[in-house]
């Protein structure tokens, strides 16, 4: 090949997609999901992620990945810093979206037991309160779920086939529903787990009937019960957490004999306030639906 069809090549080739990914108040666990996502490596370069790359500076990018909540005035500070750098913007994970488990930040009486201690003070100063991504920059898509799963990173980075999500977990998970009515909430205690019938017919409080599909339901089909950590369905994004929490007594009333009064207060319990009450963020700020992966 000469010279002059050899800089005709070089002036049409196509430049990599660059990605980077900028991470903030939150636990890493996005991170991993999308390192288990390894297809991007083939298509698309990584150029910013501190957990596993040693670049100081995050230069111009095609995607920003943003995991984690903004909880301190340096997540603030980094956030405001980069956001500018990337054709395109992305909410990665329940902490971007509504604050995760930094999220109980916002409850008074934790936040009073932090900023009382004053050996803390080498810390970051805590922000009045945890705010989204999208309170402080604009987004371009949100990717709901803790973590999301690989193959929702790859459909993030438009990577592979098309992909649609379910509509709700239960769509992903395929298991039967049948006439059978418990008549009291089932615990996991070595009693064995029908394989195909829906959890909610074995006395399982799961609530995959109102949280966005998508990812595949590993949870449901490894026999536990969705908690909700995709966040609410396109039906629920803009209801108040009242008209949730009605809507899913309603299923249970349907489909066991189990009391409202025990429901309620399942729903209440520590083990899934976490992503349960975050269904209620959604509604103060509404997010268009169309952007919602």
Not at 109 to 130: G, I, K, M, Y
Request: glycine share 8%; aromatic share 6%; net charge neutral.
């Amino acid at each position: 090949m000469n010279q002059t069809s050899s800089a005709q090549s070089d002036s049409t080739a196509v430049a990599t997609p660059t990605f980077a990914v900028l991470q903030l108040s939150g636990c890493s666990g996005c991170e991993v999901s999308l390192l288990n996502a390894d297809v991007w490596a083939s298509q698309q370069e990584l150029v910013y992620m501190p957990l596993v790359l040693s670049a100081e500076d995050l230069p111009p990018v095609d995607t920003l990945l943003v995991s984690g909540a903004v909880y301190s005035d340096d997540d603030l500070h980094r956030l405001q810093q980069t956001a500018h750098r990337a054709r395109r913007v992305v909410a990665v994970g329940t902490c971007a979206l509504s604050g995760g488990v930094a999220n109980l930040g916002n409850r008074e009486s934790a936040r009073r037991v932090f900023l009382d201690d004053t050996s803390r003070r080498h810390l970051p100063r805590l922000l009045p309160q945890l705010r989204p991504v999208d309170a402080v920059v604009s987004v371009d898509l949100y990717l709901p779920g803790c973590p999301p799963t690989p193959r929702l990173f790859e459909a993030a980075l438009k990577l592979g086939e098309p992909f649609e999500p379910a509509k709700t977990v239960c769509q992903d998970c395929g298991r039967i529903k049948t006439r059978d009515r418990p008549d009291r909430l089932a615990r996991h205690s070595g009693v064995a787990i029908d394989p195909e019938v829906c959890l909610i017919n074995q006395g399982y409080l799961c609530i995959g009937s109102s949280t966005r599909g998508g990812c595949g339901a590993p949870c449901t089909r490894a026999g536990h019960p969705c908690v909700g950590c995709r966040g609410p369905s396109n039906g629920f994004i803009s209801r108040s957490a009242d008209e949730w929490f009605a809507a899913i007594k309603r299923v249970f009333e349907r489909m066991t004999a189990i009391s409202r009064e025990q429901i309620d207060a399942e729903l209440r319990s520590p083990g899934l306030s976490l992503f349960v009450f975050q269904f209620a963020d959604y509604a103060g700020a509404p997010r268009d639906i169309e952007k919602v992966l």
